[in-house]
């Protein structure tokens, strides 16, 4: 397995603090053991500290939904890669497409963040994903190359590892509509070769690929059969302990 195949809850802005206890108990009690595939959860910020001290001694890592790229100062409302990492956050989720559409983010902002991420020894997992209209244009893979390689500018060969991609095409977030395996199995393989041209193939490699868009457990086990899928950045399903650890245990079964 060149690939460990790894399934992450982004929780969105759901959950007060005490539905997250609830939610993460619950996980850690039924996957908190497994090691055959990476499990990250990505609560909101105001449970990320309480939910990590329920997953110390436990397998599964915490994650955030996003960070500012300065390191300290006057950027009222926002959170540091350094403030993550003194509580113990190992994965940070970057340019989802709700960041872009509805808070403006640009690569290049992407960007700053991906390479402060990487300082601070936080895996970026970067999202990347066309809208409907941009499929319909035929113009899928354009936009996914310009949104890769901005928000990989100056990253090096040496960190290049620690990088996971998400590929959520914006139209089958929380619609339902899910893409068939062809079309996500397309667009991941494209997203690995652009990888090792950007880097080296053997990085392309290595470096992981999650599908997210309406992934559930009905679907996952063909998603995750994919040759260049190699695990699921969950919303909706990610609410529930129950469809979450399914989706941990169709990872599991694809391995
Ligand atoms: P849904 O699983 O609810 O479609 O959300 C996917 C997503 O945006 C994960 O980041």
Redesign the pocket.
């Known amino acids: 397995m060149i690939r460990k195949k790894l399934i992450a809850g ?1 929780w ?1 802005m759901n959950k007060t603090s005490s539905e997250a206890a609830d939610l993460v108990s619950a996980i850690v009690a039924q996957v908190g053991k497994a090691n055959d595939v990476d499990v990250v959860v990505c609560p909101p910020f105001t449970s990320v500290e309480s939910v990590g001290q329920t997953l110390d001694g436990s397998s599964v890592k915490l994650g955030a939904q996003n960070m500012h790229p300065e390191r300290n100062g006057a950027f009222t409302g926002e959170i540091s890669a350094e403030m993550l990492r003194s509580i113990y956050v190992r994965y940070v ?1 970057l340019g ?3 960041r872009r559409a509805l808070f403006g983010e640009t690569d290049a902002f992407i960007n700053q963040k991906v390479l402060s991420a990487l300082k601070a020894e936080l895996k970026p997992i970067l ?1 990347v994903g066309e809208s409907l209209e941009e499929r319909e244009a035929g113009s899928t893979l354009d936009v996914v190359k310009n949104q890769l390689e901005g928000g990989l500018v100056g990253v090096e060969e040496s960190n290049a590892t620690d990088v996971v991609i ?1 590929y ?1 095409p914006v139209w ?4 339902g509509k899910v893409a068939t395996s062809e079309q996500a199995q397309e667009v991941h393989a494209f997203i690995r070769k652009l990888l090792g041209e950007r880097f080296t193939p053997a990085i392309g490699n290595k470096v992981r690929i999650l599908y ?5 457990p009905g679907n996952a086990p063909e998603l995750l059969a994919q040759a260049d899928i190699d695990g699921g ?6 609410l529930e302990a129950r469809s979450f650890v399914q989706l941990v245990e169709a990872a599991q079964a694809a391995n």
């Open positions: 982004n969105k989720i989802h497409s709700e999202c998400a959520e089958a977030i929380g619609t997210g868009g309406s992934m559930k950045l969950i919303g909706g399903a990610a």
